[in-house]
């Protein structure tokens, strides 16, 4: 039993420090010696049409559309499709006020959450690429000709942007910094195929490319549609030179919820993506099982880890088992009382701890049943 729970510990501490850890530096390795370039060209610039869905939108999508047209491109390729999922504010009227042709509205017959609008929208299009985008991504003027000079290489099917959060003053927030981890590693697995998920408020995608992704797909079209393409063989490349900026609630049970909220689509996800289990897949495949599986099952490993450690120490006795045990307990404790000790690594520990809390709890949510893709969209500052 002793050597069970022994394998269990080193095992699962081998999951987690290859995912947080190893993965990265591997990733940066690998990127460094098998990089495969992309054809650009800043001259290229496709028609561009941008889906913005919208529930409830009335604060800030005047601003939103004004935003997009304020982009560097030339205005005779960009039009702006926003899909309602039948708003009950004041968005539908305000967008309907807009008498600029380039500005299409459509409203869906019923509430179908994001999943719904680009289901519906997307065919409708007629632009060469579609930008999909939040309601509270604001653009950064070259944000999409960063963008469209990829696509000059007909091997690339999208682009992913890359996003700032913005804070109120005074506020901090530690997605900040896992969000730029997470952009460091989308732009290695571009060096050497594809990264394998986007930032939901800013991508790209050529629309002949486009799938219809599940009905009841809960806030995961970041990762569904950028695998869509994948799986046709074309890549998808990360630019972090694609700015666009969203503000952040300063709300910590909001944001919470929006991360179980994202867990739950993940746990979706990842059976709707069993095909990329295959090594035949390449690049992709690593990239995927590495940055995306362990991570989401990292939650479990953690609670392997710990109480498998437990149980060692208690059998054994032995004083390295107890000394990791005090590491562990510490280090968790100084993530919990964050509050009471504000120290800046504290607050980067407290969020690994509530991220992975997240994700527990969007298994919970998805093991329960998700028929619908519609939710209640998360409060911004």
């Known amino acids: 039993m002793l050597r069970i729970f022994e ?22 390795l690998f990127a460094w010696l098998f990089k495969r370039p992309v054809r650009c060209s800043d001259d290229y610039l496709p028609s561009v049409g941008i889906l913005v869905p919208a529930y409830n939108e009335e604060k800030v999508i005047a601003r939103k559309i004004s935003n997009v047209f304020s982009m560097d491109y030339p205005p005779d390729k960009i039009s702006v499709w926003v899909g309602s999922d039948c708003s009950d504010d004041g968005t539908d009227a305000i967008v309907k006020s807009i008498t600029d042709p380039r500005v299409r509205f459509w409203r869906s017959p019923e509430r179908g959450g994001k999943t719904g609008i680009i289901n519906g929208l997307v065919p409708q299009m007629d632009g060469e690429i579609v930008l999909l985008t939040d309601a509270n991504t604001m653009h950064r003027t070259d944000c999409l ?3 469209a000079k990829y696509f000059y290489d007909p091997k690339v099917g999208g682009v992913a942007g890359h996003i700032e959060h913005k804070l109120s003053e005074g506020s901090e927030n530690a997605e900040t910094v896992y969000r730029s981890f997470e952009s460091h590693q989308k732009v290695m697995e571009g060096y050497l195929h594809s990264t394998i998920s986007a930032f939901g408020g800013s991508y790209a995608i050529r629309r002949s490319l486009f799938k219809p992704i599940p009905k009841n797909a809960y806030s995961n079209d970041d990762v569904l549609i950028p695998m869509n393409i994948i799986r046709q063989g074309y890549r998808v490349i990360y630019d ?26 993940n746990f979706q996800s990842f059976l709707w993506l069993l095909d990329f289990f295959n090594p035949l897949r390449g ?12 991570r989401w099952f990292s939650p479990f490993f953690i609670l392997f880890c710990f109480f498998s450690c437990v149980a060692v120490a208690a059998l054994s006795g032995s004083p390295l088992y107890k000394f990791m045990l005090s590491c562990g307990v510490i280090f968790s404790v100084s993530g919990i009382l964050y509050h009471q000790m504000p120290i800046r690594v504290n607050r980067h520990i407290f969020y690994f701890f509530a991220m992975n809390m997240a994700l527990l709890l969007g298994a919970v949510r998805f093991a329960g049943g998700i028929r619908s893709a519609v939710w209640k969209r998360t409060e911004r500052s």
């Open 7 to 28: 394998t269990i510990f080193w095992g699962s501490l081998a999951v987690v420090a290859y995912s947080y850890l190893l993965y990265p530096a591997l990733l940066t």
């Open 240 to 265: 972090i030179e694609a700015v666009s900026e969203e503000d952040m609630t300063d709300k910590v049970s909001a944001e919470f919820q929006r991360r179980v909220r994202i867990g739950a689509g």
């Open 145 to 147: 000709r960063a963008m």
């Open 283 to 294: 690049w992709p495949w690593f990239c995927y099982i590495s940055h995306k599986v362990t």
